[in-house]
T-cell receptor, first 117, second 118 residues
Framework: EAQVTQNPRYLITVTGKKLTVTCSQNMNHEYMSWYRQDPGLGLRQIYYSMNVEVTDKGDVPEGYKVSRKEKRNFPLILESPSPNQTSLYFC????????????????FGAGSRLTVL | DQQVKQNSPSLSVQEGRISILNCDYTNSMFDYFLWYKKYPAEGPTFLISISSIKDKNEDGRFTVFLNKSAKHLSLHIVPSQPGDSAVYFCAARLGLGAGGTSYGKLTFGQGTILTVHP
């Protein structure tokens, strides 16, 4: 089944304790992206990757890092989490960034709910 | 600066009636508009899209209307079903005219929670 898999789905951690949210896709997609969803703010892009070893900042990159060493994986790293990073995180992928319809649009993972105390 | 706005946080509709979800945007460089639907504990899934050169696109019970002069789009669901109850996100894509690495970037609205009552 074509899918984007995120782990963990739920995590409660404490301020300053480094964590990684993994993301893997099995569709051979070039483009991958991380979003966070917050009440009243919708989905905001954190980082994206156009291809292996090519990453760039989205709208809200502060406090996050990413890497794209392999095509299928795009982990999100919080080096020193803070309470304002408590959010629902989504990883997404598509064949290419400009996709707008049909099978080429963004496919999202099920989400990772992170709480930082 | 919220370039894509969904001003109604929630909408409640009776089964069988029409649901109309609205979205406003400010950037004239957007060339495609998309709607995503999200159920609880799941990721958003693509629903329907429309090019900026069109004013209507229909797919079964779902129709998206675009009014470029008003920078407004709407999603119509007819007839509404209880299974349509979800959060609906409007998204807009930056076109080639936006230049550089911005082409293809998606900007999402805040979402509207639709509840369809049996």
């Amino acid at each position: 089944e074509a899918q984007v898999t995120q782990n963990p789905r739920y995590l409660i951690t404490v301020t300053g304790k480094k964590l990684t949210v993994t993301c893997s896709q099995n569709m051979n997609h070039e483009y991958m992206s991380w979003y966070r969803q917050d009440p009243g703010l919708g989905l905001r892009q954190i980082y994206y990757s156009m291809n292996v070893e090519v990453t760039d900042k989205g709208d809200v990159p502060e406090g996050y890092k990413v890497s794209r060493k392999e095509k299928r994986n795009f982990p999100l790293i919080l080096e020193s989490p803070s309470p304002n990073q408590t959010s629902l995180y989504f990883c997404a992928s598509s064949l290419f960034r400009q996709a707008t319809s049909g099978a080429n649009v963004l496919t999202f993972g099920a989400g990772s709910r992170l709480t930082v105390l | 600066d919220q370039q894509v706005k969904q001003n109604s946080p929630s909408l409640s509709v009776q089964e069988g009636r029409i649901s109309i979800l609205n979205c406003d945007y400010t950037n004239s460089m957007f060339d495609y508009f998309l709607w995503y639907k999200k159920y609880p504990a799941e990721g958003p899934t693509f629903l329907i899209s429309i090019s900026s050169i069109k004013d209507k696109n229909e797919d079964g019970r779902f129709t998206v209307f675009l009014n470029k002069s008003a920078k407004h789009l709407s999603l119509h669901i007819v007839p509404s079903q209880p299974g349509d109850s979800a959060v609906y996100f409007c998204a807009a894509r930056l076109g080639l005219g936006a230049g550089g690495t911005s082409y293809g970037k998606l900007t999402f609205g805040q979402g509207t929670i639709l509840t369809v009552h049996p």
